[in-house]
């Protein structure tokens, strides 16, 4: 990039950070670490959403570092399980950054609580863009971290961005297999008709009354018969004690109703099979979401570029051990930074 062009896109990047509000106490959902440097940084992506992120440097780093963009799980915010993970790999030694993807959190974007699978997969391009533009960031390094939806996402990515050397995809979703067939492939077509109904008919509602609305998130307490998964997830996202954050979606009031729309004639993995960097997919044995994990592995190693893939199940985790570790420290550290020191 010439010494203009990174002007011009400072200037661009600085109008936009204006019109943001961030945060600058400590605000996490984890402890703040006394081994790492952390500041608040913003980047643009190509659809020109200015998108905010935590920036996590080692205390001892010299030179350029090898780096790391994290993201996830769906519905979150950077202060939670993206900002732990980001935290944790910069205390062993990588320059890390935990972005709120676009309409959500401190990030930009309009209409909030919105998602897009190419603009969240641009999104994790962007975090790239930033990371290879950076004075102590070595670009021959670089790699890239998913989380439950943007575990998935992260693998559209690899198949797309050449720059992305290494891959880490934890208790990962497909989100265009769940919202066209449903949780355990149990929506025909006929259900998938009916959903298009309605929603079509939501937004004719929302047009006519000039409001987009949100579907009113995860319940306070679940019921008795509420799905395991269901329980799993208000227990990490509505605790105090573990993952509740007041800009987190999936804390409050949720994505917004429409949001499956455009999730239900794509594809995302459509690539997968021509990802050609290492991948390390780890997943909970115990997950409701493993046969995501499972279907990934499939599809990334049925393509010639099957070497330096890896399925790593984690012995009695859930979908949720993996955001924190849950009650058992289930988060596999020292397989997940081996991974990037053996590939970035």
């Keep these: 990039m010439t010494a203009l062009a990174t002007n011009a896109q400072d ?20 402890p703040k670490s006394d081994k790492v440097r952390h500041e608040k940084v913003t980047f643009r992506n190509r659809f020109g959403i200015t998108l905010a992120a935590d920036l996590y440097v080692p205390n001892d780093a010299e030179g350029k570092l090898a780096a790391i963009a994290v993201s996830g799980p769906f519905g979150a915010v950077k202060e939670q399980a993206s900002g732990l993970y980001a935290q944790h790999l910069a205390e062993e030694g990588f320059l890390t950054i935990a972005f709120d993807p676009s309409f959500t959190g401190e990030s930009g974007g309009e209409p909030r609580y919105s998602s897009s699978m190419d603009i969240n997969t641009e999104d994790f391009c962007a975090a790239v863009d930033h990371l290879s533009c950076r004075d102590d960031v070595d670009t021959g390094r670089i790699g890239i971290l998913g989380i439950c939806g943007w575990g998935g996402i992260a693998l559209n990515v690899a198949a797309l961005d050449p ?8 208790t990962l979703y497909n989100l265009t297999r769940v919202t066209q067939q449903g949780y355990f492939d149990a929506m025909d077509e006929e259900a998938r008709f009916q959903l298009k109904q309605q929603l079509a ?3 004719t509602e929302e047009y006519r009354k000039g409001e987009i609305l949100p579907q009113g998130g995860l319940p306070d307490r679940p019921t008795d018969d509420a799905p395991e998964f269901l329980k799993q997830y208000v227990a990490y996202y509505k605790s105090e004690k573990r993952g509740y954050h007041p800009r987190s979606l999936n804390s409050n009031m949720g994505w917004n109703i429409t949001s499956p729309l455009m999730r239900l004639n794509q594809h995302l993995w459509v690539a997968a099979s021509e990802i050609r960097t290492p991948v390390l997919i780890v ?11 499972e279907e990934a592995y499939q599809r990334i190693t049925s393509g010639k570029y099957a070497a330096n893939k890896r399925l790593l199940m984690v012995p009695g985790a859930t979908h949720c051990d993996l955001y924190d570790g849950g009650e058992g420290n289930f988060i596999p550290w020292n397989e997940i930074i081996g991974f990037y020191r053996s590939n970035i």
Excluded at 163 to 170: D, I, L, N
Excluded at 283 to 293: L, N, P
């Design 283 to 293: 997943h909970g044995e115990k997950a409701h979401s493993r046969y995501f994990g």
């Design 11 to 30: 200037v661009q990047n600085k109008a936009a950070t204006s019109m943001l509000h961030l945060v600058s106490e400590w605000d996490k959902t984890f």
């Design 201 to 203: 008919q939501q937004r």
């Design 163 to 170: 720059r992305v050397k290494a891959t880490v995809s934890v």
